[in-house]
């Protein structure tokens, strides 16, 4: 599915006119602090239900207001390349968020929704932006969210089982800081994390596997000196050549002396290798950027062999990126048949992206003082 128009109340600077967008491309431009990444963010709260800027909702809200609202319509999503375009109104979304008494209240066709996942479910949202960095150069945190972002949409039920494998991770460090605890109790904690870790890692490891093969063959497409030689690699959060309570049975003294779980999948990672050293320490930023973009664009391949269409948001695509690499991410992302939303200050040429014969749909859209208009 694909968002084909967006309204908002009172979000940031965003003067809130609705906007039909294109399902395919989507090029925002306009000057610093204009509100192009608000337009994006804005979208993001409708397939995330939160900002991927900023960690609490009150910084959305326009100054002054007490709530804001974003409502989008969506298509019914590409079954082929004239469904893509479509531009038919299938689903209507809303989100909105009242400072005052801490309430969400979520729509779908007119109704209201409990849980964010079955917005997420319809608007599979990637976000490219600074803070992708954090995916090579980061935590561990920041890949397992990479990685269960893709988990989640091949197998929706992973949010809840990840959810209560969370809240287990909790309860157990409790038992771990409180010494007197006894160990009967604790193995009665273990066995229960032992149980939904091997459901947990299953199903991320057949995510990883459908991701690995996407993104060796969109590898093998693309012309980047640093392809030979480099690895991404699951590490479940424990050597599973043991069983994960055999492990912790091992490790009891020093998991209660640190006073929290040090195996599992709460330690899961990806790591990120090029000829044997972390990426972080060898790739520069550009080649940084390119290689997330690639990991997400072979993320987008997975759902699209699974009927479901990716929107990214791809925020100021010029930083870091010369224009080879954005014309080589730009005609990637053309392949794919997902929805795109761009943002620069220039105003970007098409023609320097893609060539004539292979040129996609796309809108153009300007953005200033946080009015947005198509040009
Ligand atoms: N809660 C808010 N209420 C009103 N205005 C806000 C709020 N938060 C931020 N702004 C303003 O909204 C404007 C848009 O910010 P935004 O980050 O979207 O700009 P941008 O076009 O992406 O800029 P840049 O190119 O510098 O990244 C800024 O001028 C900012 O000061």
Redesign the pocket.
Known sequence: MALIRLQTEHF??LTGDGVDFSPAFNLIH??????????L?AIGYLGLGRSFRVHRHQ?????GEKRFTVFGALNNGATDVSDMVSTEVAHRVGFARDLADKETLLRHNGESVRSLSSLARLLPVSVIDPGVFEIVGGSPGKRRQFLDWSVFHVEPSFASLWQQCQRVTSQRNQALRDGRMDDHLLRVWDRQYGVLAEQVTEARQAAVTAFQQAFETLLEEVETPWVDGLKVDFYPGWDVKQSLVDVLMSHREQERRMGHTLYGPNRADLRLRYQGRPVAETFSRGQQKTLVILMKIAQGMVLSGLGKQVTFLL??INAELDLGHRAMLANKLHELRCQVFM?S?ERPRPDELWREDSLPEYRMFH?EH?RLTEE
């Open positions: 940031r600077n306009g000057e610093n602090g204009s509100g192009k990444s608000s337009v963010e910084a959305v809200c326009c100054h925020d100021d943002t200050i953005v946080g």
